[in-house]
Each structure stands twice: as structure tokens, then as C-alpha cells.
């Protein structure tokens, strides 16, 4: 077994790694980390939730200069393409900073903007941002990039999918030329390859080969609904199980199904770009602790997301495609465990569904009749209505 310590790691980050449990480094940070703290490009190709946060931070970290060496910082810089993520990966590495003597600050739109400005002249040695707010604090003059040694670029197919790559491009023109730039990416393709052939140099690539989300990983389910008991269908489903996601088309239809489950004393939250960042952050802890059994989500807002032990995920709106409906399924049945996808259609969708069908090659499943009341809501993992 390799050992942080063998991949060359300060004895003091390999003890903060230990205190909190983290002993073994994933395939991502064992490939990576080496080639990184020698100074090179990494271009690392690996899906969401296999370590990469650890993998282009650690190395950030030890790349840091003493915190009275930095003016005015930065000296790392991470982009992530949604808040939540920024978030995520700024609580990931503060504890290892503060090892070091420094500090993180997570730079996002939807929070008061003077916060973050204070934090960063108080002097940081690392900012991770979203694109759009940091390109802000930019033009205003409130961060320089001129001290950067090092970039990292998280979720750079996600940057893409979301248009962020613009903005991604005119901050990485506005670093100091012979900063470090390492790449974190599902796929290295299309835009995100034009991204390592312009903003890298000589970037060493290594892989994590791991099986994309299939159909066998969990158990589907297509129920037909009448559109007076589709919510209590849902609340049916979220309180026959232990953590359950829900995918709406629109955050209008999110807002209201939310609601319409608090009346069924079913415990949910709706979670989406036009709520404020605090209730965001609200719900997704609320959500990752238990205290509520289901979170309803748009597309975008789930998107950088990982959240475990999501046992079920809902289609309230049956998934346009068939990438959608695989990226959203994808977040139940992880690591081997049990998992359903259940789409809930009503009469006028059924073409669209069977057309979702034969893209996933689950012709083979039936569309079942689903009234709220039906005893077949209390397991559907059990059920499986091939076998009726």
C-alpha cells in the first residue's frame, strides 16, 4: 500500500491527513501527486468523487512560500464550476492549510461580496472560486493573480457543459506567465483538450480507468401517473426510503413539489440558482445529515454535488435524454449498493419515455399504472415488475 508519507508529503499534512481518518490515497492522488510536487503540468482524467480535491491541493499547499512571503496573495488559485463545489473543496483543504499557517477563501457569487474581499486582504494563501465572481474581484482590483505559482482547474468537462470556459480562458490569460496549471476533468476531449493545449505545458496525463455509469449499476423503475397523485406518489417513494434525490426540468416545478411534500409531512427542500446561497448550503447539509429525506433539485444545481447513501433518485420530470437520465441516476447505487432510478410519467409522455427506452436498452422494463396507495411503493427495489 502506498502511503502519503512514500508519495512525498510533509510529515505534518500526512499527520492532519491521518487525524481525520485519511491514511490511503486514492488511485487519482497516487498518480498525480508525485508529478505535481515535482512541478509539473498533470492533466488528470478521473470522475467526480474519486479525490480529486486532495489530489491538485495537497500540492498546492506544499507549493505555498511562507504566509510573510505573500503580499497580498494569492499564491494557489482553484477554479470550480458551481459554489457548491467551491465550498466543498475550500472545507476539504482548510484544515491542511492551517497546518501550514495559511488560509482559504472560497470566492462565489450569491454571498456578499465585501466578505470575501476582507478575507482576501486579511491575506490568503489559496482562493478557490467560481469563474464569474472572480472575475469580478478582478476588474475591480480587488485580487491580483501576480504571486500565483499554481492553478488548478477542477471539473473542466463541467466548465465546459456550462458555458464557463470563456471565463475560465480570461482568467488563466491574466496569471502570471510560468505559474503550474494542473487539470482535473471526466473526459479530456472537444473544448477541455483545446483548454490543455492552450493553457498547459508539456502536461504529463494520467488516468483513472473506471466504468462509466451503466443501466445494470441499479434497478429502474417507470410508473405512469395521474397528474392529481404524482406528489403523493413521490411522498410515497421519499418515505419508503432513506435519502432520496429528485430531478425537476424547472425550478418553478421544484419550489412546488417541495411544498407539496411538506404537506404530505414529507421533510424536503427545493435546491436551485435562484435561492440564496445560505438556503442552499442549508438544505445540502440538512440533506447530507439526515434531517431531511429528500432534496429537490434542477440539473445545473446538482451538478458538482456529492452527497453519499442516496438509496433512490426520482425523474419528477422524465429526463430529456439519455446522458441525463444516466447522470442523474448515477448518484444512487455507488460503490455496490443497492439503488433505484424511478421515472414518473403521465399519459401524454409515455412516447417520449419509451423512446428513452430503447437509448438505454431498458425496452425490457414495463410502464406500470402507480396509484399513491399501491402496497408496490413500500420496496420498489424488491418489486420488479418484469417478473408480474
Known amino acids: 500500500m502506498t502511503t502519503f508519507a512514500e508519495l512525498g508529503l510533509d510529515q505534518d499534512l500526512v499527520d492532519a491527513l491521518a487525524a481525520q481518518g485519511i491514511e490511503k490515497p486514492f488511485p487519482i492522488q497516487e498518480l498525480t501527486i508525485p508529478d505535481a510536487l ?17 489530489a491538485f491541493g495537497v500540492p498546492m499547499i506544499m507549493a505555498l512560500p511562507d504566509p510573510a512571503d505573500i503580499d497580498h496573495g494569492p499564491a494557489g488559485l ?3 464550476p458551481t459554489r457548491e463545489l467551491a465550498i466543498q473543496v475550500a472545507e476539504v483543504l482548510e484544515p491542511l492549510a492551517k497546518v501550514k499557517g495559511h488560509t482559504i477563501t472560497a470566492v462565489y457569487g450569491g454571498e456578499k461580496i465585501e466578505k470575501q474581499i476582507k478575507s482576501i486582504e486579511d491575506g490568503t494563501g489559496i482562493i478557490v472560486a467560481t469563474p464569474g465572481r472572480l472575475i469580478d474581484l478582478l476588474q ?23 458555458g464557463f470556459l470563456p471565463q475560465v480562458e480570461w482568467v488563466l490569460r491574466h496569471v502570471n506567465e510560468g505559474h503550474q496549471t494542473l487539470l482535473f476533468s471526466a473526459t479530456l ?50 418515505a419508503n426510503g432513506n435519502r432520496t434525490l429528485i430531478f425537476s426540468n424547472t425550478k418553478r416545478a421544484a419550489d ?44 445545473v444545481a446538482a451538478r458538482g454535488l456529492d452527497i453519499d447513501e442516496i438509496d433512490t433518485v426520482v425523474h419528477w420530470d422524465p429526463a430529456p435524454d439519455h446522458k441525463t437520465y444516466l447522470h442523474r441516476s448515477g448518484r444512487t447505487a455507488r460503490a455496490g449498493t443497492d439503488g433505484v432510478a424511478v421515472t414518473l410519467l403521465e399519459w401524454n409522455e409515455e412516447m417520449a419515455v419509451k423512446l428513452l427506452q430503447r437509448r438505454l436498452g431498458l425496452e425490457d422494463h414495463p410502464i406500470v399504472d402507480m396509484f399513491s396507495n399501491d402496497e408496490r411503493l413500500e420496496d420498489l427495489i424488491g418489486w420488479d415488475p418484469r417478473d408480474d
Open 189 to 238: 476531449d472537444g473544448s477541455v483538450g483545446a483548454l490543455v493545449d492552450r493553457y498547459q505545458t508539456d502536461p504529463v496525463t494520467k488516468e483513472v480507468v473506471s466504468e462509466t455509469v451503466t443501466v445494470e449499476q441499479m434497478h429502474h423503475r417507470f410508473l405512469r401517473v395521474h397528474e392529481m397523485d404524482k406528489a403523493k406518489v413521490a411522498g410515497a417513494i421519499v
Open 78 to 80: 482553484a477554479l470550480c
Open 140 to 162: 475591480r482590483g480587488d485580487v491580483k493573480l501576480d504571486e500565483v505559482a499554481m492553478v488548478a482547474v477542477d471539473e473542466a468537462d463541467r466548465m465546459a457543459d456550462m
Open 256 to 299: 412546488r413539489l417541495a411544498r407539496d411534500l411538506e404537506k404530505l409531512d414529507v421533510r424536503a427542500e427545493p435546491i436551485h440558482g435562484d435561492l440564496p446561497q445560505r438556503a442552499r448550503e442549508k438544505a445540502l447539509k440538512r440533506f447530507a445529515d439526515g434531517t431531511l429525506q429528500a432534496l429537490v433539485a434542477s440539473d
Open 38 to 54: 515535482d512541478g509539473r503540468d498533470v492533466c488528470g482524467k478521473a470522475k467526480t468523487g474519486s479525490g480529486k480535491t486532495l
